[in-house]
């Protein structure tokens, strides 16, 4: 098992920091089983990566890197099976509360994960991070959007995270004397459908109709905008918001958005919140404050009791995140069958409280142009922060771009 030193007190709250364990008969367990999981739980049955781009990864064997993937779904066991057909295992970066559950506590330590307490200074995670690096025995995997959020064509606004850890790694590593490089290598993950995907849509849409008395007829698009249409009633009479017009979704969407926040918001007694902040900052801002909210506790009766009342709030945030937060014009009429499928599982996920995938499809991955960090290092000890935000959108933009051009090239087209 590989060591990292950290401090074994524990934060206010009883949180701890959770190092990486690397126990290699978990790995060789974790190795036969996550193709079974990706096939039984995500309907992924094929993880695909081409010649060319596989060379590039091998190319950087035995060199420090941080892999940096988007997020919007379940790209962890992706990844690691990536690190599998590429005969090698990764460090995970991971949220602190996936630790708090004890069977994914002794799992995910033991296959690389370690926990980072997310909107907090963790100088355990931190010295971690570039220990790691430092010490460059396997790759390092951090998801920079921070957040899933189940819309597989877009890509949401990346934290500084990658930038700055290996910007600090790498100063390390020269403030010993070496050179070596430390590489950002951006992964572009993406989903596409195989078979009759109509049939997919179909099945969906009449599992939806049925349960929200919806009639069903005329073409897909049009009973998708009626699914839609419904929801968004439901949840407007739920939270009593009012409708000044009923065609505009988008308005619609965003003004039952603000009412979910400002409850949430509200019950944790943020009450002086920046309007204009971007939803990403302001979600993300909510999350941590759940997360945090055992810290005020008293005694573990005291903990129990804001243990649940955090996961009501939580579960109100993530539908604000997977419903609610959705972009109105995410499916047009002449949208990809990804889309349409997209959209459709985040309506099963709300209606019937289940996380829904379809399938079989295939999670595509593309390597974007390794940076090379030392390239910049010189402009990142003269202007810190401002070097990693411009390297953090450099990335992003990296990432975003190549998404683009493989939805593109792997769309699936809805033929009802």
């Known amino acids: 098992m590989d060591q990292i030193e950290a401090s074994q007190q524990e934060s206010p709250g009883g949180y701890k920091f959770i190092p990486p364990r690397h126990d290699p008969l978990m790995m060789g367990i974790a190795r036969l089983i996550t193709p079974l ?78 926990s980072i307490n997310r909107g907090a200074k963790d100088n355990d995670s931190q010295h971690a991070t570039r220990q790691l690096l430092r010490m460059g025995k396997r790759w390092l995997v951090i998801f920079p959007e921070g957040q899933e959020y189940y819309l597989h064509d877009i890509v949401l606004p990346f934290l500084p995270g990658a930038a700055r850890f290996g910007y600090g790694a790498l100063d390390d590593i020269r403030r010993e004397g070496k050179h070596d490089p430390v590489w950002i290598v951006p992964l572009t993950i993406r989903y596409h459908y195989r078979g009759n995907v109509d049939q997919l849509i179909l099945g969906s849409l009449a599992r939806l109709e049925k349960e929200l008395a919806l009639e069903s007829s005329g073409g897909i698009f049009e009973r998708v905008q009626r699914v839609t249409y419904c929801l968004l009633e439901v949840n407007e009479r739920l939270y009593d918001v009012q409708v000044a017009d009923p065609e505009d979704v988008d308005a619609r969407i965003s003004r039952l958005r603000e009412r979910v926040l400002l409850d949430v918001e509200h019950k944790l007694g943020m009450l002086n919140v920046d309007l204009d902040s971007p939803l990403r900052n302001r979600l993300r801002k909510l999350f941590v404050a759940v997360s945090r909210m055992r810290r005020s506790a008293n005694s573990r009766y005291e903990r129990r009791l804001l243990d649940r009342r955090a996961k009501v709030m939580r579960a109100e945030l993530q539908r604000v995140l997977e419903f609610v937060a959705m972009p109105g014009k995410y499916v047009q009429q002449d949208s990809s069958a990804e889309r349409y499928l997209d959209l459709l599982g985040r309506f099963e996920t709300e209606v019937f409280g289940k996380l829904k995938f379809f399938g079989p499809r295939t999670a595509r991955v593309s390597v974007c142009e390794p940076v090379n960090l030392g390239d910049t290092y010189e402009q990142w000890k003269s202007d810190n922060e401002g070097q990693v935000e411009r390297m953090t959108d450099q990335i992003e933009e990296l990432v975003r771009t190549r998404l683009d051009e493989l939805c593109e090239e792997y769309r699936t087209e809805v033929r009802g």
Do not use: W
């Open 37 to 114: 999981y990706l096939r039984i739980v995500t309907h992924v049955d094929r993880v695909e990566i081409s010649e060319e781009h596989r060379a590039i990864l091998k190319g950087k064997m035995g060199q420090r890197v941080i892999l940096t993937p988007n997020h919007p779904s379940y790209e962890p066991p992706v990844v690691m099976q990536l690190g599998s057909m590429l005969g090698t295992g990764f460090y995970f970066l991971a949220a602190r509360e996936i630790f708090d559950d004890p069977l994914q506590n002794f799992v995910c330590s033991r296959i690389g994960a370690y």
